[in-house]
Nanobody, 121 residues
């Protein structure tokens, strides 16, 4: 089965950094766009950043200049480098990918389980 496995979340002080990773596993034919989203308590899930298969990136304005999304196609992995973290960045961060499974119709959207990022003041 295709799934996304996230890692790298945790507790960090304001101004600090974290690096999130998300690897796609299973029987995969190809991966198109990948991205990161986040959801704070009581708030709607929002876009953080996306990256195409050709490495074209897009960032939400509040994250631009502080966060960097990248991918390693050979490892089926997407990363999110987060710098200058603020308490408002506290949220559950979710990995997303558009994937074509081998020998199946697609592409389909997949979501990771989410990883908690907490930024203290």
């Amino acid at each position: 089965q295709v799934q996304l496995v996230e890692s790298g979340g945790g507790l960090v002080q304001a101004g600090g950094s974290l690096r999130l990773s998300c690897v796609a596993t299973g029987s995969i034919f190809s991966i198109n766009d990948m991205g990161w989203y986040r959801q704070a308590l009581g708030k709607q899930r929002e876009l953080v950043a996306t990256i195409t298969a050709g490495a074209v990136t897009h960032y939400a304005d509040s994250m631009k200049g502080r966060f960097t999304i990248s991918r390693d196609n050979a490892k089926n992995t997407v990363y999110l480098q987060m710098n200058a973290l603020k308490p408002d960045d506290t949220a559950v961060y979710y990995c997303n990918a558009e994937i074509r499974p081998r020998l199946q119709w697609g592409p389909y959207n997949y979501w990771g389980q989410g990883t908690q990022v907490t930024v203290s003041s």
